[in-house]
């Protein structure tokens, strides 16, 4: 079964300095692998997403994340961080043949302190 | 580019009562959508799979009687909490695939706040 993990529940990090939030996944076939991030009770805000091509996926708000097939990672990065980036992020990934079902990693809380 | 519009936003019930949650495709049609549940501080669990014209795939666990599923238009789906009681206390968010797009491109709704009394 499609599973993600995350394995950061929290990441506090000071402001400026560079940031990686890690997300493996385990899955038999290919799969579009996700980056969404939620701020307080709102929905989720999608951040980049792996489809195929190149490795290194550049999104929005300067994150970007790199697919490596052979460790099963999506690990996101970021090389300087501000305060308004304090939000839960959440891994995802969709199968090719599972009709749109996005499976979620756990979250990571990411806490950018001044 | 596409909105998934969720209504409403946060909601008090006592407990007991039924809480009905829309949520609406903006600008497409969406033949699917899926329906989510987040505990504070937890992830998203599908709870289930709603399909337009016919009946909603439930996830394992997920209480069909308990969680009704209407997808009754291509533009509309709504998620009723039946006799809601303080442990369906949740977040609850929608999404909703654009049929005319590949299927990675999901777009959710702003979420649902539920708290019961």
């Known amino acids: 079964a499609q599973s993600v993990t995350q394995l950061d529940s929290q990441v506090p990090v000071f402001e400026e300095a560079p940031v990686e939030l890690r997300c493996n996944y385990s899955s038999s076939v290919s799969v579009y692998l996700f980056w969404y991030v939620q701020y307080p009770n709102q929905g989720l805000q999608l951040l980049l997403k792996?489809?195929?091509?190149?490795?290194l996926v550049k999104g929005i708000n300067g994150f970007e994340a790199e697919f490596n097939k052979s460790q099963t990672s999506f690990h996101l990065r970021k090389p300087s961080v501000h305060i308004s980036d304090t939000a839960e992020y959440f891994c995802?990934?969709?199968?090719?043949?599972?009709?749109?079902?996005?499976?979620f990693g756990q979250g990571t809380e990411l806490s950018v302190k001044p | 580019g596409a909105v998934v519009s969720q209504h409403p936003s946060r909601v008090i019930c006592k407990s007991g009562t039924s809480v009905k949650i829309e949520c609406r495709s903006l600008d497409f049609q969406a033949t699917t959508m899926f329906w989510y549940r987040q505990f504070p501080k937890q992830s998203l669990m599908l709870m289930a799979t709603?399909?337009?014209?016919?009946?909603?795939?439930?996830e394992q666990g997920v209480e069909k009687d308990k969680f009704l599923i209407n997808h009754a238009s291509l533009t509309l789906s709504t998620l009723t909490v039946t006799s809601a009681h303080p442990e369906d206390s949740s977040f609850y968010i929608c999404?909703?695939?654009?049929?005319?797009?590949?299927?990675?491109?999901?777009?959710f709704g702003s979420g649902t706040q539920l708290s019961v009394l």
């Open positions: 995802a990934a969709l199968s090719y043949n599972q009709g749109g079902k996005l499976i």
């Open positions: 999404s909703a695939r654009d049929p005319l797009t590949t299927n990675e491109k999901l777009f």
């Open positions: 792996y489809l195929s091509g190149s490795t």
């Open positions: 709603s399909n337009e014209g016919s009946k909603a795939t439930y």
